[in-house]
């Protein structure tokens, strides 16, 4: 099976745009979850979603939001970047079912806000 | 509040030696513990996990000790190599109910194995 992809890898934008950020789960899998993760902050849960459905949420600013399709594909938005919004956000894919909670991570998409 | 406290920060072991990374949780509603592996420009990936109803597992050179009581897990790395050199995080969440999907993770121990 192929793994988690996510696009772009890496991005450069400017303090006051908004971007728009691609994963694509594992075949099969329903649960997408997405991270942020900084050298200060360490990695952080911003949110879960689950057949199209936001599950669970982090403690985030409105500025970041999610959505996912039908094929469990998810993006994720962030707008009014800020410059503290560099960093590397990863998602993670799970079958989404209760007797699992594994997760398995794509290889993240690098922002830096200027 | 920080749920999942990670130690040691880092730690440096010589080729064949066995590091041992420690993990302490706070919130016993928890039922599921992984630890991840992390090398530079790549995203964690899952080394091995378990459930609250068994005490240890093993996954090849890696192990998992688990004290339900002490509310703490840590993992065991045996006859390290170089190549382990990297990132670990240990994690914490749930396997079912209204958190699923959600992990809470460890700062961070940063790996060094000598030849």
């Known amino acids: 099976k192929a793994g988690v992809t996510q696009t772009p890898r890496y991005l450069i934008k400017t303090r006051g745009q908004q971007v728009t950020l691609s994963c694509s789960p594992i075949s099969g899998h329903r649960s997408v979850s997405w991270y942020q993760q900084t050298p200060g902050q360490g990695l952080q849960f911003l949110f879960e979603?689950?057949?199209?459905?936001?599950?669970n949420k982090g403690n985030f600013p409105g500025r970041f939001s999610g959505r996912q399709f039908s094929n469990s594909r998810s993006e994720m938005n962030v707008s009014t970047l800020e410059l503290g919004d560099s960093a590397l956000y990863l998602c993670a894919s799970s079958p989404g079912l209760a007797g699992g909670g594994e997760q398995y991570f794509g290889p993240g998409t690098r922002l830096t806000v200027t | 509040q920080q749920q999942v406290k990670q130690s040691p920060q880092s730690l440096i072991v010589q080729k064949g030696g066995i590091p041992i990374i420690n993990c302490a949780y706070e919130?016993?509603?928890?039922?599921?513990f992984p630890w991840y592996q992390q090398f530079p420009g790549k995203g964690p990936a899952l080394l091995i996990a378990i459930r609250p109803d068994v005490s240890e597992k093993k996954e090849g050179r890696f192990t998992i000790s688990f004290n339900k009581s002490a509310k703490q897990f840590s993992l065991h790395i045996m006859d390290s190599q170089p190549g382990d050199s990297a990132t670990y995080f240990c994690a914490v969440g749930n396997a079912g109910g209204t958190s699923y999907g959600k992990l809470t993770f460890g700062q961070g121990t940063i790996l060094t194995v000598h030849p």
């Open positions: 919130n016993t509603a928890f039922d599921y």
């Open positions: 979603y689950f057949s199209e459905t936001q599950r």
